[in-house]
């Protein structure tokens, strides 16, 4: 949760493949402005790309909806060591035909952020996503270990898991993280289905700007 004042921006961008269609996605921007207690979150558009081998009607470019969030605080140092957060997200049907959902799309998120150790914190994030055209609405449950290892760097491991009917897929992920300085972070990140061939690897950047109050 950002203090008021305080604006990030992330960005990135990433590749993935597996049995069926690799895939490119360059952007990833993320907005978050910290305003009043709450922050404000804008989710940018991503140009992506798609290719496959074996089914030429994959192949694919153009861009991802884009979407506003909220996440307001529902409990702050519970036990000293944990804050609680809820996120709601609205997607709109902006993007390229080949990558739009055509429609509105709602989420909302319960986050916890806890913090085991001076050097370790454990992440959890578990959400419901309505679905696109009539399919079923996502349940997700995503678990992230963190560690400082040393002065400006971090690691990050974890699981991710997207229930959806007839569609599960489990995630393993990680990553590590690098401070520039207290304004600028950059990470490289990737996992791989627990329960399929695909992966992904990804490489990102975040800046903040402002001062709390």
């Known amino acids: 949760m950002l203090a008021p004042g305080l604006i990030h921006l992330e960005t990135g961008a990433s590749v993935a493949g597996g049995t069926a269609v690799d895939s490119y996605s360059i952007g ?50 519970v ?12 997607t709109a049907p902006s993007g ?11 989420a909302l ?17 578990v959400g419901i996503a309505e679905g696109a055209a009539g399919a079923s609405e996502t349940f997700s449950v995503i678990v992230t270990p963190g560690l400082s ?5 971090g690691a990050y491991a974890g699981w991710a898991g997207f ?18 300085n207290d ?8 996992g791989w289905a627990l329960d399929a061939d695909d992966w992904f690897f990804g490489v990102g950047a975040a800046f903040r700007w402002g001062a709390s109050p």
């Open 96 to 106: 390229s035909d080949a990558f739009s959902n055509d429609e509105w799309i709602a």
């Open 163 to 180: 229930f959806a009917e007839g569609a599960d897929v489990n995630f393993g992920e990680g990553g590590l993280t690098f401070l520039v």
């Open 28 to 77: 990833q921007l993320l907005v978050r402005v910290g305003v009043s207690g709450v922050e404000l979150e804008l989710f940018g558009n991503s140009y992506l790309v798609t290719r496959s081998e074996t089914t030429p009607a994959l192949d694919a470019e153009g861009f991802a909806d884009v979407g506003v969030g909220l996440k307001v605080p529902l409990a702050r140092n």
């Open 149 to 153: 290892l040393a002065d400006g760097v």
């Open 79 to 90: 036990g000293d060591r944990m804050n609680l957060s809820l996120q709601g997200v609205l």
């Open 109 to 125: 998120n319960a986050l916890a952020d806890i913090g085991l150790s001076d050097r370790a914190g454990l992440s959890v994030n």
């Open 183 to 190: 304004d600028v972070q950059l990470d490289v990140n990737g």
